[in-house]
């Protein structure tokens, strides 16, 4: 890692984090991963979110309105 500092790293957010932020169970976040539907962070047996790769993949979830 060298001279990088923490700040340089995006945010991590833990389940129930996430959970808040988007407004959904945690065991909805659970489901999500196991069905491998969300990006995440396996460090031992912790489920980390980055926020970038979050907004990411929320921007890629938005359904076009019918006119």
Avoid at 7 to 12: A, G, L, P
């Amino acid at each position: 890692m060298g001279a990088e500092k923490l700040e340089e790293f995006d945010k991590m957010l833990d389940v129930k984090e996430l959970s808040a932020l988007i407004k959904v169970s945690k065991s909805t976040i659970y489901r999500m991963v196991n069905d491998k539907a969300i990006p995440v962070v396996k460090i031992g047996n912790k489920r980390l979110f980055v926020l970038s790769d979050i907004r990411k993949w929320l921007e890629a979830q938005k359904v076009k309105s019918y006119q």
